[in-house]
């Protein structure tokens, strides 16, 4: 049989060269002492996670970083062994598969009494340790462990340390503003980690990692490195905020390229209707161009009227509303041939939009922009 080949439609080419360049930048800034561990939750924020995670590791992140125990024990199952990287999962719901973590070797959150509870009958029913890292709400108000019932969280968790079931490899938290430089609550929160790490360490807890900080606080917080950084968006080389500064002001390339051929492209009179609704009617005889992707792909309904994508040598704008699988462009005056490349967004290098000039005419983060790409569009793998 013979391989259906990838669609000309559309693809989101994977810098993996620029993914590992990304990871060594950061590497650079933090203490040597200090691990990397690699954010690879949501498929590498769209990026592809198996793939993603080799370059990371190549590069020398030490760690690997998913939300759900599927999305480690996934890369478990793509052949990344305890040797190669060790894993922490983070979002945990009860019923998960608690001993299969245990079994594969996964680092396990647990920010509650249920959840140690589920680790302690994992360890019991595979007759194997659960490395436990217990998470500290020390003022997100999301996932983790109240101050309040920190001290019974810490105590029962000792307590099966003691029995041989339990490892408590780490101490970690999560911040709510490292992104918004100088907020109040990056420097409470700090505090409260510390307070915090101080009673578990007393009370006899020895953790292998300390941990709190995300990609903006890797790239401006560096009182926050402890042990190990968790970066995820500054690894994809897009910034956390355009309040911090651009990816390039961090030596950050962006990894990912969305790219799509023009499917049809027609001259159409003045006062033509374009796209649902007709939000978007032509001033003057025009040449449309139709861009193969729609909000199925991850391209913003949000954006309608307003994303930009570079077609020939200029960046047009989204005319009309983008539809489920498509949407248009109006290239005046100008034509291309059907086929020719239109860039949604990239490094920029070739005058291109970025991820984040999406996120602007979106109204949301440059995040979303690249994690919604969707399953339709196949990723194709650069500098592997
Ligand atoms: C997603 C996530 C990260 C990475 O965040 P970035 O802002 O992308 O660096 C780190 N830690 C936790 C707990 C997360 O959920």
């Not at 920010?111 to 490395?131: D, F, I, P």
């Not at 950084?229 to 956390?240: E, H, L």
Request: glycine share 10%.
């Amino acid at each position: 049989m013979t391989e259906t080949p990838p669609p000309r439609r559309a693809r989101a080419e994977i810098d993996l060269g620029a993914l590992r360049a990304n990871v060594r930048t950061l590497r650079a800034r933090v203490a040597p002492h200090a691990q990397v561990m690699a954010v690879v939750k949501a498929d590498a924020y769209g990026h592809g996670a198996v793939r993603c995670a080799r370059a990371a590791l190549d590069a020398g992140a030490g760690w690997l970083g998913t939300a759900t125990p599927h999305e480690a024990l996934a890369l478990r199952a793509a052949g990344i062994t305890e040797a190669d990287a060790r894993i922490l999962c983070w979002l945990w719901t009860p019923g998960d598969p608690w001993a299969d973590g245990v079994e594969a070797g996964l680092d396990m959150s647990v920010s509650g009494m249920w959840a140690l509870r589920e680790a302690v009958e994992a360890a019991r029913a595979t007759g194997k340790r659960a490395r436990v890292q217990l998470k500290a709400d020390t003022g997100l108000g999301r996932n983790g462990c109240q101050p309040a019932d920190w001290p019974e969280l810490v105590g029962e968790a000792l307590k099966a340390e003691g029995r041989g079931l339990l490892e408590i490899t780490g101490l970690w938290s999560h911040f709510a503003c490292a992104d918004e430089p100088g907020h109040p609550s990056i420097a409470s929160q700090l505090d409260v980690f510390h307070t915090m790490l101080e009673h578990a360490e007393k009370a006899g807890v020895e953790p292998e990692v300390r941990h709190i900080a995300n990609s903006p606080a890797t790239l401006t917080l560096p009182e926050t490195h402890f042990d190990l950084v968790r970066p995820g968006i500054a690894m994809y080389g897009v910034s956390p905020s355009p309040e911090l500064g651009t990816s390039a002001d961090f030596g950050l390339r962006p990894v990912m390229t969305l790219a799509a051929s023009i499917a049809l492209v027609k001259r159409v009179p003045a006062g033509h209707g374009v796209s649902y609704g007709h939000h978007y009617v032509t001033e003057q005889e025009t040449h449309l161009g139709l861009v193969p992707l729609g909000y199925a792909d991850g391209i913003p309904r949000h954006a309608s009227g307003r994303g930009p994508v570079l077609v020939g040598d200029r960046v047009r704008r989204v005319a009309g509303r983008v539809a489920m699988d498509q949407f248009v462009v109006d290239l005046g005056s100008d034509t291309v041939e059907p086929g020719a490349e239109a860039l949604i967004f990239g490094p920029g290098d070739r005058g291109e939009p970025t991820a984040e000039d999406w996120a602007r005419a979106a109204d949301t983060i440059a995040y979303e922009i690249v994690t919604r790409i969707g399953a339709r569009v196949p990723r194709v793998y650069l500098n592997g």
